[in-house]
């Protein structure tokens, strides 16, 4: 997993992410969107999606 800086908040501030880089997730089957870049296949998501951290 590559993670950004965090959940942007209404009160300006930010919540930072539960992941670290490296971990390895389960989601769910349609959770987060695909994308193609170099022929390198990326699915990018929410923290939401994330059901499971293992590893």
């Given at each position: 997993?590559?993670v950004?800086?965090?959940?942007?908040?209404?009160?300006g501030?930010?919540?930072?992410?539960?992941l670290?880089?490296?971990?390895?997730v389960?989601?769910?089957?349609?959770?987060?969107?695909?994308?193609?870049?170099?022929?390198?296949?990326?699915?990018?998501?929410?923290?939401?999606?994330?059901?499971a951290v293992?590893?």
């Open positions: 997993v590559a950004g800086p965090g959940k942007p908040l209404d009160n501030s930010v919540r930072a992410s539960a670290k880089v490296g971990d390895k389960i989601y769910g089957q349609y959770a987060g969107s695909t994308y193609k870049a170099d022929g390198v296949e990326y699915k990018v998501l929410r923290e939401d999606d994330v059901l293992i590893g």
